[in-house]
């Protein structure tokens, strides 16, 4: 192994999982409404791809900005030299005030509180590096996005300890499921540094109510440790309720300029809401001096390119765009999650009630041989191969109840879901003549909980493929 | 404190080292030729300013580059979308091939086995990550960057040992140095994984020569470590002998197939030949395909924007361009270069005799009231105060002989350079200055032993500029 060093060597990287296979039989054979129409759909990718025209037809109105210039002049000189881990000051200006716009302008957001990092992904890791320590741990909800497996404990050693949440209260954090968590991270024999969570939540695609963020206030405010709230999907909220941020909480709890208000930070990102994730644009927003120190020295490893600081900060600080956008973004997310949940009902599928992010978390508990992730897995396989679709199974989410999958529909046209929708009919109509559905099928697991998700599913979450897929 | 990591909390960032007060009086008090003709002239950034025209000329011919266009037909909803880790295609055999042109041509680079990183920061602490476990350790030759004391030990928990080079012989690197670090590594424990050299050197200007490289991959064999060649200045290099990489020597041995071949890496960036720090573009090329696959998957933490790829890999696709442009800025390096050493031959000060880089290595030993750092650092406030240049101390990096800072020449306009040099010779000419004795240019052969204050490693981080070089 020529002394490589043991992050290198000793990783399960997932090459020979059964997840694999999913993106491996995409590449090989992806649909195309023209050249392959009996293709695998794509539905496994978290993309946001409905609002281009929108950026697309700004940028042709703003040829300055991608053009290097303002006001006509060249400034390629300056944004050549430009390296400050501080970031360009009108970026952070303008993405503080676009965090500030999608709350509703209810919340304020200081741009000397504000990280830049090159995505979420390096925003994730950066904060994990300065609140734990290798050994140490963080309490997750589950199901949770599979790349936290990596971006939290992979080069920073620490540890994810799940709090388990169930359908029978839609997912939702209770209060025992933390206290059960922090216990299981004690006899781990795990510090316990802080609760990350995902709001709204990927893949639900549901927001945490305000109950819930209470729950966590209080819960870690009484443990003395950390909240990350990372709200990357915080803009594609689309259902009658407003988005809250645990920075709402905060306020409405006046709690801005407390001891706990500290050690509550959110990350940021452009990736989902204005579909970019190819910029490498991601923050982190914490109102401790010293993390926000450390993370700024730290965002050297992974700084946000000057001329897309440029571009973007152009862009955001256009407010007839961002509200546009804003506005017209959540619509079409709207109607194509209802083509989704229409499609899937058709079906005889049912999912998780949600009004946020870029997928749905779909029940198909039913089409399960058993209540098992072997079935699940199964079951999957059958969807990648016989159906061609490529969704993503529960299990590699750490869901702790089999028959779950988030199924994306922002990623693709309305034709293409579409023909997505008729396949899975056809397919669980040829399947319901065949099998014999029991009534026992149907029943809720409650052991469930602390069944120990097995090595293999670890590895599903990390693939060679799409590694930044969310 | 909010519990924080040790990371964040227990680190010694500068703030409080003279090092620091370099930079603060410069924020303070620039110099602007029109505003402020009595400021402080930044001379300890390693910049390549001297070029820039070239590439805004390029851009204004091909505008769709910067526009997100090919052939006139937007693919902006491509860029955004393009994350994957294995880089833009069109961009990493743009740079392959780059790399190759800045050698002459004399080796050729796989564009697969290439990593893209946000600059070459991120891809110094990644091949660590890779390389070395927490508590090992690298071999670097001194005076090196004291970026690298972040870049290599901060996160990954690494170690770097000196392997301490003289003026005696123009710091260069003997063989005995290696082996006096190598055991000085055992003696403290740890375990060495390899050397990390700069070639051409940061703060020396020099390029390492053949006999060095023969050495060094002698050495990496026998004792089955690695090396890292940064050879980030690899295209500022304006005279001869020229450069030489450690890729050409593995090649005129014939040891391409061998094991060795495997543990050598390469890292570069464009922040100094094209001058483009901001647009953080770096690299690591290696033969090992483990370690570019676990780099690869590293990179998520530091991707470059598809923006800037996409930009990059057409600027840098145009042989006519980039022919032009190696060839000009060498010409305009040397030139500058030559001033600044005519001006500091002009108040009795030598330099390095160095080819490369955006930097001379200058020889201000006489200037010392006693041969030690602590004069050193008042040599070196005298000339931020009241000569009003800021310069980087040679403790800064590392250096065992008091005496020699790092001037830059490439990141000023050429007015602004003789400015700078007359006040120098303005200070050593005036009666404030301090000469030494002719006695006094002795070497200090002593020195080697003499270890660096814990001050010295807070100068080199410190809160203001972390990506000079």
Same mark, same amino acid.
């Given at each position: ?12 990287? %997932? ?6 296979? /999913? ?48 006001? %006509? ?44 990092? +090159? ?150 990102? *452009? ?10 644009? /991601? ?31 152009? *862009? ?39 009004? +946020? /992010? ?35 199974? /529960? ?52 052991? *469930? ?22 | ?15 409080? !080292? ?13 110099? $602007?030729?029109?505003?402020?003709? $009595?400021?402080?002239? #930044? ?5 390549? #300013? ?22 006139? #037909? ?37 564009? =697969? ?22 508590? $090992? ?48 590594? #055992?003696?403290?424990?740890?375990? &060495? ?20 490289? =023969? ?24 005279? !001869? ?7 050409? &020597? ?62 990059? @890999? ?14 000009? =800025? ?64 040679? !403790? ?14 490439? =990141?000023? @306009? ?56």
């Amino acid at each position: 192994m020529k002394q490589l060093s043991t992050k290198v060597t000793s990783n399960g990287h %997932g090459q020979d999982s059964s997840y694999f296979l /999913g993106w491996e039989e995409y590449e090989k054979n992806p649909y195309n409404e023209i050249k392959n129409p009996n293709g695998i759909i794509q539905m496994g990718l978290a993309e946001n791809q409905l609002c281009f025209d929108l950026i697309e037809t700004w940028l042709a109105k703003n040829p300055d900005a991608a053009g290097l210039k303002k006001d %006509g002049q060249s400034i390629f000189k300056e944004l050549a030299l430009f390296q400050d881990y501080h970031g360009l000051p009108e970026f952070k200006k303008a993405l503080a005030e676009f965090m500030e716009e999608i709350r509703g302008n209810r919340v304020t957001f200081d741009p000397s509180k504000i990280v830049l990092a +090159a995505g979420s992904t390096s925003a994730n890791k950066t904060l994990m590096f300065c609140l734990a320590e290798p050994g140490d741990a963080f309490l997750l909800p589950t199901p949770y996005y599979p790349g936290f497996d990596r971006d939290l404990k992979w080069r920073t050693g620490a540890e994810i300890v799940p709090i388990h949440c169930s359908s029978s209260n839609g997912f939702q954090i209770t209060e025992s499921a933390l206290q059960q968590a922090y216990q299981q991270a004690q006899k781990l024999d795990l510090k316990v540094k802080g609760v990350l969570v995902t709001n709204p939540s990927n893949p639900l695609g549901t927001m945490l109510t305000r109950r819930e963020i209470n729950l966590l206030v209080d819960f870690i405010s009484s443990k003395n440790i950390h909240l990350i709230s990372d709200e990357i999907y915080s803009g594609t909220v689309f259902g009658f309720e407003q988005f809250v941020s645990v920075m709402d909480v905060l306020k409405d709890k006046n709690l801005e300029n407390s001891e706990v208000s500290k050690r509550i930070h959110v990350v940021y990102s *452009l990736s989902k809401d204005l579909g970019l994730p190819g910029f490498r644009v /991601g923050a982190i927003y914490s109102n401790d001096e010293m993390v926000v120190s450390a993370a700024t020295k730290m965002s050297s490893f992974g700084l946000v390119s000057s001329q897309t600081q440029y571009l973007l900060s152009a *862009l955001l600080s256009d407010k007839k765009f961002t509200s546009t956008y804003l506005n017209e973004n959540q619509k079409r997310l709207k109607i194509r999650q209802k083509q989704l949940v229409s499609g899937l009902e058709a079906a005889g599928v049912t999912c998780l009630k949600s009004n +946020a /992010g870029l997928f749905c978390w779909v029940d198909m508990r039913h089409l399960l041989d058993t209540n098992t992730f072997e079935a699940e897995l199964e079951l999957w396989k059958k969807i990648v191969y016989e159906v061609k679709l490529n969704i993503s199974p /529960g299990s590699s989410c750490h869901c702790t109840e089999p028959g779950w999958f988030r199924v994306c529909f922002a990623n693709m046209s309305e034709d293409t879901l579409d023909l997505a929708m008729k396949r899975l009919k056809e397919y669980v109509e040829s399947t319901d003549s065949r099998r014999v559905i029991s009534k026992s099928s149907h029943e809720r697991i409650k052991s *469930l909980r602390k069944r120990t998700v097995s090595n293999w599913v670890f590895r599903v979450s990390w693939t060679d493929r799409v590694p930044d897929e969310r | 404190m909010g519990l924080l990591s040790k990371k964040a909390t227990c680190n010694t960032h500068g703030q409080d !080292s003279s090092y620091f007060l370099g930079w603060e009086e410069y924020e303070k008090n620039p110099y $602007d030729e029109i505003k402020n003709p $009595d400021g402080i002239i #930044q001379m300890g950034l390693a910049e390549n #300013q001297l070029s820039f025209d070239l590439i805004e000329s390029w851009l204004a011919k091909n505008p769709d580059a910067a526009n997100f266009k090919r052939e006139g #037909q937007s693919i902006f909803r491509e860029l955004a979308l393009f994350q994957d880790y294995h880089g833009l295609p069109s961009f990493k055999k743009a740079m392959a091939d780059f790399m190759s042109e800045n050698r002459g041509n004399r080796v050729s680079f796989n564009p =697969n086995k290439l990593v893209l990183t946000a600059g070459a920061t991120s891809a110094n602490e990644t091949l660590m990550f890779c390389l070395a476990d927490r508590g $090992d350790a690298f071999l670097l030759p001194t005076p090196y960057y004291p970026g690298f004391d972040r870049d290599l030990k901060w996160r990954t928990g690494a170690e770097i040992v000196p392997i301490q080079c003289t003026s005696a012989n123009g710091f260069r690197i003997t063989k005995s140095a290696l082996e006096e670090a190598y055991e000085q590594a #055992q003696k403290l424990n740890l375990k &060495v994984k390899g050397v990390l050299i700069t070639n051409p050197s940061n703060p020396l200007g020099t390029t390492t020569t053949r006999t060095e490289l =023969n050495h060094l991959l002698d050495f990496i064999s026998r004792k089955k470590i690695h090396l890292i060649s940064d050879e980030i200045y690899s295209g500022t290099v304006f005279t !001869s002998p020229g450069f030489i990489s450690v890729m050409e &020597v593995l090649k005129d041995r014939k040891l391409e197939n061998t094991d060795v071949f495997d543990r050598v890496h390469i890292v570069y960036s464009l922040s100094k030949d094209l001058g483009l720090p901001g647009f953080r573009v770096g690299v690591i090329y290696s033969n090992d395909d483990f370690v570019v696959s676990a780099a690869t998957k590293m990179s998520s933490f530091g991707l470059i924007s598809s923006q800037t790829q996409y930009l990059l @890999s057409t600027l840098l696709s145009d042989k006519t361009f980039t022919k032009k442009y190696l060839e000009e =800025n060498q010409i305009r390096l040397k030139n500058r270069h030559k001033k600044l050493v005519s001006g500091l031959e002009a108040a009795g000060i030598e330099c390095l005799k160095s080819n490369a880089g955006l930097f001379c290595w200058v020889d201000m030993r006489h200037l010392l009231k006693s041969n030690t750092f602590e004069a050193e650092i008042e040599l070196w406030k005298k000339i931020v105060y009241e000569v009003k240049l800021n310069i980087s101390p040679g !403790s800064s990096c590392h250096c065992n002989e008091p005496g020699w800072f790092r001037v830059c020449f490439a =990141n000023m @306009s050429e007015e602004t350079l003789k400015v700078a040099l007359d006040r120098l010779k303005g200070f050593v000419d005036g009666p404030s200055s301090t000469r030494r004795s002719q006695i006094e240019h002795q070497r200090l052969k002593n020195l080697r032993k003499m270890k660096v204050s814990n001050w010295v490693f807070r100068l080199s981080f410190h809160d203001r500029e972390p990506e000079e070089r």
